[in-house]
C-alpha cells in the first residue's frame, strides 16, 4: 500500500513530463511567531506584542534553501525589514544563492488594518533594511496575508511612489473562501499577472494562483493549501494556468515546512480558537514531499527573470501582461 507521500509524489507524476512554461515560486521570509500574531490578537495590539524574529527562521531557511538548490529552482523571496535586520546573513545567502530579493513590509501589519502614511512608513523602512543589507535595489513588494484589498487601492500608488515596479499582494480568490479576519478580498482582478495603471504610473500585478471551478476562485497558491489541499488540485492549478499561457504563482513561508514549529498559545477553546490550532498545526510535515513532487512537474523561476523572458520573446506591444486601471480615491 502506497504512503500518502508515495500517492501524492505519483498524482503529480501522472504525466512526468515537466512543463516548459515558467511558472513562479515565492517564499515569504519571515518567523512563525510574527507570522501569526496580528491577525490572531488584533493587528498586533493585542496581548501578545509583536516577536522579534526567532532564530528558528534561520534554520528553517537554510532547510528550504537547500531543498529548493536540489532542484536547482530559484524563487523570489518577500523579506520582512524585521528579518533583515536580525539576521542580515541570512538574507544574504538567499541573495547569494541566486534568489530574488523583495520586501514583505517591515512589522507584518495587515495593510488594510493603516492608514496610508503608516503603510508608507512600513515600506519605506523595510526597504531601507533590506537594501542596506544586500547592497541592491529592491523591485517588488508583498502585502502580509496579502492585505491589499479593494478597500485599499492608495496603497498601490504608494508602492509606485516609493519606487517599486510590481507587487504581489492580490489574492484574487473569491472572498469568502480567504480565511484571515476582515479580508474582504479583490475577487475581479485578472487572475494573472498584469500592468495597472495607477494615476498614470505603471505597477505590474502577480496575483496569487487561483483555481477556477465551479464558478468560484479557489485560493490554491500554497501556504496552508500546500499543506492541506491534495496536491493533485494544486497541479490542477498550475496546469489550468499554464494552458493559458500564463504562470502560476506560488507561495510557501519557511516555516510551513517545519514540522516541530513551536504551537501558539491561543487562549479560550471556542470553536473559531480550536479551528485555528488545528489549521496552524497541520500538515507541516507533508510540505517537503509535496513541494519535491511540484518542482519535479513544474518550471520555477523569479518574477524578474519571467518578466525577462516574457520581454524577450514577445514585442513590447504585445506583452501578455493585460492593462487594468485602477481608481486612487
Ligand atoms: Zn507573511
Keep these: 500500500m502506497l504512503s500518502v507521500t508515495e500517492r501524492e509524489g505519483a498524482l503529480v507524476r501522472e504525466n512526468d513530463d515537466i512543463q516548459s512554461q515558467s511558472n513562479i515560486l515565492t517564499i515569504d521570509i519571515e518567523d512563525w511567531q510574527q507570522s501569526e500574531s496580528d ?9 501578545f506584542p509583536m516577536d522579534a524574529p526567532s532564530k528558528r527562521v534561520i534554520d528553517q531557511t537554510l532547510c528550504l534553501l537547500d531543498l529548493l538548490a536540489e532542484y536547482d529552482v530559484r524563487t523570489t523571496c518577500f523579506v520582512l525589514g524585521s528579518v533583515a535586520e536580525s539576521h542580515p546573513a541570512l538574507v544574504r545567502q538567499i541573495a547569494a544563492q541566486g534568489h530574488e530579493i523583495a520586501i514583505h513590509g517591515y512589522a507584518h501589519k495587515l495593510v488594510y488594518a493603516m492608514r496610508p502614511d503608516a503603510f508608507r512608513a512600513d515600506v519605506a523602512r523595510a526597504l531601507a533594511a533590506v537594501e542596506d543589507c544586500i547592497g541592491m ?3 517588488g513588494y508583498r502585502a502580509p496575508y496579502f492585505s491589499i484589498t479593494r478597500r485599499t487601492p492608495w496603497a498601490l500608488k504608494i508602492l509606485a511612489e516609493l519606487g517599486l515596479t510590481y507587487d504581489a499582494s492580490i489574492f484574487p480568490c473569491t472572498p469568502a473562501l480567504y480565511r484571515v479576519p476582515g479580508w474582504n478580498g479583490w475577487g475581479d ?13 505603471e505597477l505590474i500585478e502577480f496575483p496569487a494562483t487561483t483555481w477556477h471551478a465551479l464558478g468560484l476562485r479557489l485560493p490554491l497558491a500554497g501556504g496552508t493549501a500546500l499543506r492541506v489541499a491534495p496536491v493533485g488540485l494544486l497541479q490542477r492549478a498550475i496546469i489550468q494556468a499554464n494552458a493559458g499561457g500564463h504562470p502560476a504563482i506560488l507561495y510557501l513561508h519557511p516555516h510551513d515546512m517545519d514540522p516541530d514549529t513551536p504551537p501558539r498559545k491561543l487562549a479560550g477553546d471556542s470553536l473559531r480558537v480550536q479551528w485555528l490550532r488545528w489549521q496552524l498545526r497541520i500538515g507541516r510535515s507533508r510540505t ?3 513541494l ?9 523561476v523569479p518574477i524578474q527573470e519571467w518578466l525577462a523572458q516574457s520581454h524577450a520573446t514577445v514585442s513590447a506591444d504585445d506583452m501578455p501582461l493585460a492593462h487594468e486601471s485602477v481608481r486612487v480615491p
Design 189 to 201: 482582478v485578472p487572475r494573472y499577472p498584469h500592468t495597472m495603471m495607477i494615476d498614470g504610473q
Design 292 to 300: 519535491r513532487g511540484l518542482m519535479t512537474r513544474n518550471r520555477f
Design 288 to 290: 517537503a514531499s509535496r
Design 39 to 47: 491577525v490572531l490578537y488584533g493587528g498586533g495590539a493585542g496581548p
Design 137 to 139: 535595489r529592491v523591485l
